[in-house]
């Protein structure tokens, strides 16, 4: 099992900046993928962006793609989430993910450990 640990959510302006953090624990493989998942208010949860710990492929949906940055540090087990022009619709609990395959799924149900969330709120 792996535990995850977000942190870097907070309250920021319309066209503002955060830079989420993600730090694993536990049973990680170094083979496998991280995903950044996110869930506003009345709406199901859904894929932001995903990155394999090996390669540093990465995925992203279309609704950050060009705004938001996945990295991470494999040294250190942490995944970042760097969001740039952000928009009240970002408004959501900010989720991290992990899995033992080497591949960025979107849908959550291929993601075995969650960590508790971070709320990111967007203001107009």
């Known amino acids: 099992q792996v535990q995850l640990v977000e942190s870097g959510g907070g309250l920021v302006q319309a066209g503002g900046s955060l830079r989420l953090s993600c730090a694993a624990s536990?049973?990680?493989?170094?083979?496998?993928?991280m995903g950044w998942f996110r869930q506003a208010p009345g709406k199901e949860r859904e894929f932001a962006a995903g990155?394999?710990?090996?390669?540093?492929?990465?995925n992203y949906a279309d609704s950050v793609k060009g705004r938001f940055t996945i990295s991470r540090d494999n040294a250190k087990n942490t995944v970042f989430l760097q969001m740039n022009s952000l928009k009240p619709e970002d408004t959501a609990v900010y989720y991290c993910?992990?899995?033992?395959?080497?591949?960025?799924?979107?849908?959550?149900?291929?993601?075995?450990?969650w960590g508790q969330g971070t709320q990111v709120t967007v203001s107009s």
């Open positions: 536990g049973r990680i493989f170094s083979s496998g993928a």
């Open positions: 990155i394999t710990w090996s390669s540093g492929a990465t």
């Open positions: 993910a992990a899995r033992g395959g080497a591949y960025v799924y979107t849908r959550e149900q291929m993601y075995d450990d």
